[in-house]
């Protein structure tokens, strides 16, 4: 049982860090494409 008290919080952090790290990963792609739709824009005027 106190395997899996330790086990416990590491596991909490690495679901934490996981979803954060996918959080970022969104945000950035998010801006790549809006940056790759300013360019189409500005080359199409």
Known sequence: ???R???LPL???ALAS???A???T???AGQDIENA????Q???N
């Open 26 to 28: 969104v945000d950035g």
């Open 42 to 44: 500005d080359a199409a």
């Open 18 to 20: 996981v979803s954060l």
């Open 37 to 40: 739709g300013e360019s189409i």
């Open 11 to 13: 596991t909490i952090f």
């Open 1 to 3: 049982m106190l395997k």
């Open 5 to 7: 008290m330790n086990l």
């Open 22 to 24: 996918a959080c970022q």
